[in-house]
């Protein structure tokens, strides 16, 4: 059974930044396309990047493009999202997720099957 734990989550001030790690252990495939999303309080969870092993592909929300960078280590099966300029709208939970092996959009939560417990992030104006 496939197990996802973020990390790196916290209060920061307009402007900081942070970087989350969400590290996979367990299950049973040789690797995992990963994303992550995000959830304010009283909004919908939110998709936020995504990365595809294979293509090498890398995939942002309009709201973060620029700012984010999804990447990975594979070694350490970890995968990052580093979060610059940080904005007091990027407040909210983060949560990695893996995407199903034949999914279907990166940016559908639907497409996601495991996901991790999540980390709170808060900017501070």
């Known amino acids: 059974q496939v197990q996802l734990v973020e990390s790196g989550g916290g209060l920061v001030q307009a402007g900081g930044s942070l970087r989350l790690s969400c590290a996979v252990s367990?299950?049973?495939?040789?690797?995992?396309?990963m994303g992550w999303f995000r959830q304010a309080p009283g909004k919908e969870r939110e998709f936020v990047a995504a990365m595809r092993v294979i293509s090498g592909g890398t995939y942002y929300a309009d709201s973060v493009k620029g700012r984010f960078t999804i990447s990975r280590d594979n070694a350490k099966n970890t995968v990052y999202l580093q979060m610059n300029s940080l904005k007091p709208e990027d407040t909210a939970v983060y949560y990695c997720a893996t995407l199903y092996l034949y999914s279907g959009s990166v940016y559908a939560r639907s497409s996601y099957e495991k996901w991790g417990q999540g980390t709170q992030v808060t900017v501070s104006s």
């Open positions: 367990g299950g049973t495939r040789s690797y995992y396309d």
